[in-house]
């Protein structure tokens, strides 16, 4: 609600009004004051300032329309709800200023701009998660004098907008960028102070301006490197010994005044023309600062010393080695990020050791035409390749540290590969080598893939290959799903070890063919399942599983609620209450093959008597009746003296296989009998042509027969299949002389 001054004062005498947030002053001097800060920026047209009266905390964007200064004058605006902060619209000339604080308390940005817009920040403080965001190339954010930014990230990847840094403090906690969006050059430096080396991009003019080690402190936070213009850089290193310091213009000068023992360490980036050339044992610390030389290899040794390289950054070139210590010498790199084409080169036996709080960004580790040794004993290595040449040359040896690439080679004795995730500038790291001692620290692994171990199942699965074998290393009971990737083909192999939970356990995902072998799977809440079958996945569970339920109400051991998934249980012992929903998948398919063992109460979760045609029996045992739902060519027995399975289907490849085969005469003995005397041979004879050798089916000596009923005995042909069949029971052996394609039952 508007006021005028008049009416602001009756107010204040009468206590009629709320106190004002926001004022706003007009070109002129006159002032209104306004109870939101929203309510104070709508009022305004053009070229007035908005002086915050007060700290507020917003729960919902603050949309600016017009040329505006807002001036904190001190005090704090901050963002508590997730959206982006301070929205200002197109075509603007906005400025924030006044020695106050706009701060964000969730992943969002500060600041936004649309299309033709630049907002000037000048003596305030910016704190939150993303500083900057536009969506159009001619949006602006300049960072001028006296500005503190405290930032996870100064700009979005997503920004197609520019972001120029004149003055300032800009502090960029994990990174210069959010995200992993297209735009590369839109950061923009000719000044300020950073408490990172802003040459780790390529937004810094280095035509025109240097970065030089500095030690200022604003806000709390350190900054420790300054964009200026190069002309007012004039040393470039300092050589210490025995508490004596000299600067020099260039770091190679400093380095050909030292004879051994020194520390040499930078005042500025070096974008040198040739490469370095260490020649007596020393420490080169980078202070935070860049060496970048890009035509050959980068920093050399001479032979025999020992070098230290340490806190900052090595830009190597893109077609040589980024360090080449010479024949018996050895250099340590530590918290340092190096880059090229190649880590390391030696002609000789030179070493490189990787040390902790490194980190690597090459394609290739060692080139194969020398003989360099790496170790690798920390910090966090982004590669291609292990070598940049067929021919073996460099010799690796990995005692610690994080890998975006995995490799077997040279792996130290133990130590072992770890899925550990974590990210460092934007590169994610996959694999760590750890001690057996640091495998036991965590809990132990729940699987491996070769070499590699996984503290969790679900970044096994999410990490294996075609062709590859998850092994299972412990009894798992999990409390999400284990999902397979899309399009993958692999073993799970449970190790003889458990995986059970409360949950549909295991989904296979689209077009994803997966193997399971060796081991338990238990299903522990009711209505849910082992596996959940999605489009086009297949499921091969094998005779070494055992899959089961251990809750009394309806537990299925597949649920296949997508079209075209195919499940085959071959030989696999089932245990649960149902063998499967069926969801809304009629084109879906289960096959029971082998000597698959089923114990479920049911089929279908539902109760369904009937399976539909889609069920495939050509094998198995069951403790339920399977004859209605087994296909043509499959004979299915009674099987003496097996608990609790009474019923098993016998493939008619497999009768073949067993030597058991059919003549096709053409003239059938006539064969009479009837199905109501117990006693002698019991022979059920069917009209038609029949064969004339009498084949043995099944010894079924162990069944015992009630005398004076005939119910135990019966044989029941297809009546959808033509031909005849003769079957004869005598003395505890099936016989039948039958035409091929005949389905006998006996039940």
Same mark, same amino acid.
């Given at each position: 609600?508007?006021?005028?001054?008049?009416?602001?004062?009756?107010?204040?005498?009468?206590?009629?009004?709320?106190?004002?947030?926001?004022?706003?002053?007009?070109?002129?001097?006159?002032?209104?004051?306004?109870?939101?800060?929203?309510?104070?920026?709508?009022?305004?047209?053009?070229?007035?300032?908005?002086?915050?009266?007060?700290?507020?905390?917003?729960?919902?964007?603050?949309?600016?329309?017009?040329?505006?200064?807002?001036?904190?004058?001190?005090?704090?605006?901050?963002?508590?709800?997730?959206?982006?902060?301070?929205?200002?619209?197109?075509?603007?000339?906005?400025?924030?200023?006044?020695?106050?604080?706009?701060?964000?308390?969730?992943?969002?940005? &500060?600041?936004?701009?649309?299309?033709?817009?630049?907002?000037?920040?000048?003596?305030?403080?910016?704190?939150?998660?993303?500083? $900057?965001?536009?969506?159009?190339?001619?949006?602006?954010?300049? #960072?001028?004098?006296?500005?503190?930014?405290?930032?996870?990230?100064?700009?979005?990847?997503?920004?197609?907008?520019?972001?120029?840094?004149?003055?300032?403090?800009?502090?960029?906690?994990?990174?210069?960028?959010?995200?992993?969006?297209?735009?590369?050059?839109?950061?923009?430096?000719?000044?300020?102070?950073?408490?990172?080396?802003?040459? $780790? @991009?390529?937004?810094?003019?280095?035509?025109?301006?240097?970065?030089?080690?500095?030690?200022?402190?604003?806000?709390?936070?350190?900054?420790?490197?300054? #964009?200026?213009?190069?002309?007012?850089?004039?040393?470039?290193?300092?050589?210490?010994?025995?508490?004596?310091?000299?600067?020099?213009?260039?770091?190679?000068?400093?380095?050909?005044?030292?004879?051994?023992?020194?520390?040499?360490?930078?005042?500025?980036?070096?974008?040198?023309?040739?490469?370095?050339?260490?020649?007596?044992?020393?420490?080169?610390?980078?202070?935070?600062?860049?060496?970048?030389?890009?035509?050959?290899?980068?920093?050399?040794?001479?032979?025999?010393?020992?070098?230290?390289?340490?806190?900052?950054?090595?830009?190597?070139?893109? %077609?040589?080695?980024?360090? =080449?210590?010479?024949?018996?010498?050895?250099?340590?790199?530590?918290?340092?990020?190096?880059?090229?084409?190649?880590?390391?080169?030696? %002609?000789?036996?030179?070493?490189?050791?990787?040390?902790?709080?490194?980190?690597?960004?090459?394609?290739?580790?060692?080139?194969?035409? /020398?003989?360099?040794?790496?170790?690798?004993?920390?910090?966090?290595?982004?590669?291609?390749?292990?070598?940049?040449?067929?021919?073996? /040359?460099?010799?690796?040896?990995?005692?610690?540290?994080?890998?975006?690439? &995995? %490799?077997?080679?040279?792996?130290?004795?133990?130590?072992?590969?770890?899925?550990?995730?974590?990210?460092?500038?934007?590169?994610?790291?996959?694999?760590?080598?750890?001690?057996?001692?640091?495998?036991?620290?965590?809990?132990?692994?729940?699987?491996?893939?070769?070499?590699?171990?996984?503290?969790?199942?679900?970044?096994? &699965?999410?990490?294996?290959?075609?062709?590859?074998?998850?092994?299972?290393?412990?009894?798992?009971?999990?409390?999400?799903?284990?999902?397979?990737?899309?399009?993958?083909?692999?073993?799970?192999?449970?190790?003889?070890?458990?995986?059970?939970?409360?949950?549909?356990?295991?989904?296979?995902?689209?077009?994803?063919?997966?193997?399971?072998?060796?081991?338990?799977?238990?299903?522990?809440?009711?209505?849910?399942?082992?596996?959940?079958?999605?489009?086009?996945? @297949?499921?091969?569970?094998?005779?070494?599983?055992?899959?089961?339920?251990?809750?009394?109400?309806?537990?299925?051991?597949?649920?296949?609620?997508?079209?075209?998934?195919? #499940?085959? $249980?071959?030989?696999?012992?089932?245990?649960?209450?149902?063998?499967?929903?069926?969801?809304?998948?009629?084109?879906?398919?289960?096959?029971?093959?082998?000597?698959? #063992?089923?114990?479920?109460?049911?089929?279908?979760?539902?109760?369904?008597?009937?399976?539909?045609?889609?069920?495939?029996?050509?094998?198995?045992? $069951?403790?339920?009746?399977?004859?209605?739902?087994?296909?043509?060519?499959?004979?299915?027995?009674?099987?003496?003296?097996?608990?609790?399975?009474?019923?098993?289907?016998?493939?008619?490849?497999?009768?073949?296989?067993? /030597?058991?085969?059919?003549?096709? =005469?053409?003239?059938?003995?006539?064969?009479?009998?009837?199905?109501?005397?117990?006693?002698?041979?019991?022979?059920? %004879?069917?009209?038609?042509?029949?064969?004339?050798?009498?084949?043995?089916?099944?010894?079924?000596?162990?069944?015992?027969?009630?005398?004076?009923?005939?119910?135990?005995?019966?044989?029941?042909?297809?009546?959808?299949?033509?031909?005849?069949?003769?079957?004869?029971?005598?003395?505890?052996?099936?016989?039948?002389?039958?035409?091929?394609?005949?389905?006998?039952?006996?039940?």
């Amino acid at each position: 609600m508007k006021k005028t001054l008049l009416a602001a004062a009756l107010a204040f005498c009468v206590g009629a009004w709320a106190a004002d947030t926001a004022r706003v002053t007009v070109p002129g001097g006159a002032t209104t004051g306004y109870a939101s800060l929203q309510a104070a920026l709508n009022a305004c047209t053009g070229g007035e300032t908005v002086t915050m009266l007060t700290d507020a905390t917003l729960t919902s964007q603050v949309k600016i329309n017009a040329d505006v200064a807002l001036d904190l004058d001190g005090h704090t605006i901050t963002m508590t709800a997730f959206a982006d902060f301070l929205g200002f619209s197109s075509n603007l000339t906005a400025t924030i200023c006044g020695g106050g604080t706009v701060e964000v308390r969730t992943a969002r940005s &500060l600041i936004t701009v649309k299309k033709g817009t630049t907002v000037n920040v000048t003596n305030c403080t910016l704190k939150g998660y993303c500083m $900057f965001y536009g969506d159009n190339n001619t949006g602006k954010l300049n #960072v001028m004098a006296d500005t503190v930014a405290l930032v996870d990230y100064p700009i979005s990847s997503y920004s197609a907008a520019v972001l120029n840094v004149h003055a300032g403090h800009v502090a960029s906690m994990r990174g210069w960028r959010e995200g992993t969006g297209s735009f590369t050059s839109n950061i923009k430096i000719t000044g300020g102070c950073f408490t990172r080396d802003p040459s $780790f @991009t390529e937004m810094l003019d280095e035509s025109a301006y240097g970065v030089m080690g500095v030690s200022e402190t604003q806000g709390g936070t350190t900054f420790t490197c300054k #964009v200026v213009p190069k002309g007012e850089i004039t040393n470039r290193a300092r050589v210490t010994k025995n508490g004596t310091s000299t600067d020099y213009d260039s770091i190679q000068t400093a380095l050909a005044a030292c004879t051994g023992g020194e520390t040499v360490t930078m005042l500025a980036s070096e974008h040198c023309a040739s490469y370095i050339q260490i020649k007596k044992s020393i420490v080169l610390d980078l202070a935070t600062l860049t060496i970048r030389h890009l035509t050959s290899n980068s920093i050399r040794s001479d032979s025999g010393t020992i070098v230290t390289i340490q806190n900052g950054r090595v830009v190597g070139a893109t %077609s040589q080695s980024t360090f =080449a210590p010479a024949q018996g010498s050895v250099m340590n790199v530590t918290n340092c990020t190096a880059t090229g084409n190649c880590l390391v080169w030696s %002609s000789g036996t030179g070493k490189l050791n990787i040390l902790p709080d490194s980190f690597v960004n090459v394609k290739y580790l060692g080139s194969g035409n /020398g003989n360099a040794s790496l170790e690798v004993r920390g910090g966090h290595i982004n590669y291609t390749s292990l070598r940049d040449k067929n021919a073996v /040359g460099t010799t690796f040896q990995f005692f610690g540290g994080q890998f975006n690439k &995995l %490799s077997t080679e040279s792996l130290a004795e133990g130590y072992r590969y770890v899925f550990s995730y974590t990210s460092k500038d934007n590169i994610q790291f996959y694999y760590r080598v750890m001690s057996g001692e640091e495998v036991a620290a965590l809990g132990g692994l729940e699987a491996e893939i070769g070499v590699v171990g996984f503290r969790y199942i679900k970044d096994a &699965l999410q990490q294996v290959k075609t062709g590859e074998t998850i092994d299972m290393v412990k009894d798992v009971a999990t409390s999400i799903q284990q999902v397979s990737k899309v399009d993958s083909n692999f073993t799970f192999d449970l190790g003889g070890h458990c995986l059970s939970g409360g949950l549909d356990i295991f989904r296979i995902y689209t077009n994803s063919t997966v193997r399971i072998r060796n081991g338990k799977i238990r299903e522990t809440v009711h209505y849910k399942s082992c596996f959940l079958m999605d489009k086009g996945a @297949t499921l091969i569970v094998e005779s070494t599983v055992r899959l089961e339920g251990s809750s009394g109400n309806t537990t299925c051991c597949v649920y296949i609620p997508s079209d075209n998934a195919h #499940v085959v $249980f071959d030989g696999a012992q089932i245990a649960t209450t149902a063998l499967y929903s069926w969801g809304t998948a009629p084109q879906s398919t289960i096959e029971i093959t082998g000597d698959s #063992v089923m114990t479920c109460s049911s089929f279908q979760i539902t109760g369904s008597a009937k399976l539909p045609p889609n069920v495939v029996a050509t094998g198995g045992s $069951f403790a339920i009746n399977p004859t209605s739902y087994v296909t043509n060519n499959h004979v299915v027995l009674y099987r003496a003296n097996a608990s609790p399975c009474k019923w098993q289907v016998k493939p008619w490849a497999a009768i073949c296989t067993d /030597g058991w085969s059919f003549d096709f =005469a053409d003239e059938a003995p006539t064969v009479t009998g009837t199905c109501d005397t117990p006693s002698g041979p019991i022979t059920v %004879s069917l009209v038609g042509a029949v064969p004339t050798r009498k084949t043995l089916l099944a010894d079924l000596s162990g069944l015992t027969l009630n005398s004076g009923t005939y119910a135990d005995l019966s044989f029941v042909k297809d009546a959808a299949l033509p031909g005849a069949v003769q079957v004869s029971y005598e003395s505890g052996r099936l016989y039948a002389w039958e035409a091929k394609g005949t389905l006998i039952v006996f039940q």
